[in-house]
Structure formats: structure tokens, C-alpha cells
């Protein structure tokens, strides 16, 4: 099936500093959309990208649909110690039904006071 | 507040007991899932359901069966638990929306279940 290449897999950062993540395909996704996971909490959806180009923010957290359908990136401006978590991504391939997500395997990100 | 709810939210059980787990929302979404969590695979989808009358197998369901009871509940069974099911369990919905937008994608999670075979 797809996969999706999540990295980097895990980040350390010192409180204050902005933080990027990203995930790729080789083959061309839809959506794009962009978890986050608290520890013993289930995923909660941060932002979806439709559209090719798309920038889109959420807070202090941007996200943007590449050009070539085939990748996206998620980042975090000013971090704070409550941005600790597993961020995950996950897209619908071109073709696929609509109920099938792939999900990339997440970024755990640390936050250092 | 619109939510989705799984019970229980651990559980620990022996191989070969029967477990179901139960997923209710109050989001009014027609779609319903349920995932498998394991560290290093990410989220793998087990069951999914467009409406009551609709239940589909995902790309795990071997060892699993569901019911949707209603439009807001929809369970996972496992009929004959074994060690290797141990895993978080997350519920999902989604809304086939009318929007050219695509909407339907966005899917929302439950708290989730842990679940521990022995």
C-alpha cells in the first residue's frame, strides 16, 4: 500500500524555537492533514490541506500542501512546553476512496524548558 | 460537546477471551472507524462503516468483527483475544459532507483503548 515518510522521527528543542516537520510519498496524495497526539489521548486533527500550494495556519502552526502533491510540512512557531507530542500526517491518495487515510509514523517532539 | 467516547479505556484480558470495545459519538458524522495504534506501524485501519446498513473490512481485519448498532455506536470484537492484538484501539468519524472541499477526509479520534492480551 502507500506509505508515507515522516521525519524526522523524533526533536529535541530548547522552549522558543520553531520547529519543522514533514512528510513524503512517491506517489501523489489529495489531502494532507496533520495530527497531534498527547500521551494517552487519541490524535486530534490540527489542519487540513486541500489543494496544491495551500498554506494554511492554525495559531502559532502552519502548514503547507507542496507543489508537487507529493509532500507537506507542518511548523511551529515560538515552542512551548504544551507542544510536546507525537505529530503525526496522514493523506488521501489520488484514486483512493475517501475513507482511506495513510498514516505517516508520527514525530515525537520534545520541548526543553 | 460534540465528542467521540470509547469504553473501556483499558483493558486487560487473557488469550482466547472474547473482548468488545465500544465506540459512541455524538458528532452526528455517518462514518465510523476503528484503527489499530502500534509503536513504529502508526494507525492501520481494522473496520469501517459509511452507515448502519454498511460495514467494511479494512487492511487488518483478520481476528476482528464490528457491529454498528445504531448510527453513533460501533463496536470492535475480538472473539478469541491472542497476545499479538495487544495495541491502542482508536474509534474514528468522519462527515461525507457536501462541500467540493473534500471535508469527508478529516477524520476525529476517540481517546482510544489500551488493550493488553496476556
Known amino acids: 500500500g502507500q506509505q508515507l515518510n515522516q521525519s524526522p522521527q523524533s526533536m529535541f528543542i530548547q522552549e522558543g524555537e520553531d520547529v519543522s516537520m514533514n512528510c513524503t510519498s512517491s506517489s501523489i496524495f489529495n489531502t494532507w492533514l496533520w495530527y497531534k497526539q498527547d500521551p494517552g489521548e487519541g490524535p486530534v486533527l490540527l489542519i487540513a490541506?486541500?489543494?496544491?500550494?495551500e498554506l494554511t495556519s492554525n495559531g502559532r502552526l502552519t502548514a503547507q500542501f507542496g507543489i508537487t502533491r507529493k509532500d507537506s510540512f507542518l511548523n511551529i512557531s515560538a515552542s512551548i512546553p504544551s507542544d510536546v507530542g507525537i505529530y503525526f500526517c496522514a493523506g488521501r491518495p489520488s484514486g483512493a476512496g475517501s475513507y482511506q487515510l495513510t498514516f505517516g509514523k508520527g514525530t515525537k517532539l520534545s520541548v526543553i524548558p | 460537546d460534540a465528542d467521540v467516547t470509547q469504553t473501556p479505556r483499558n483493558r486487560i484480558t487473557k488469550t482466547g477471551k472474547r473482548i468488545m470495545l465500544e465506540c459512541s459519538q455524538t458528532k452526528g458524522h455517518d462514518r465510523m472507524y476503528w484503527y489499530r495504534q502500534d509503536p513504529g506501524l502508526g494507525l492501520r485501519l481494522i473496520y469501517y462503516?459509511?452507515?448502519?446498513?454498511?460495514?467494511n473490512k479494512g487492511e487488518i481485519s483478520d481476528g476482528y468483527s464490528v457491529s454498528r448498532q445504531a448510527q453513533a455506536k460501533f463496536s470492535l470484537s475480538l472473539e478469541s483475544a491472542i497476545p499479538n492484538q495487544t495495541a491502542l484501539y482508536f474509534c474514528a468519524t468522519s462527515d461525507p459532507g457536501t462541500s467540493g472541499r473534500g471535508t469527508y477526509n478529516e477524520q476525529f479520534f476517540g481517546p482510544g483503548t489500551r488493550l493488553t492480551v496476556l
Open positions: 490541506l486541500y489543494k496544491a500550494g
Open positions: 462503516s459509511f452507515d448502519v446498513k454498511d460495514i
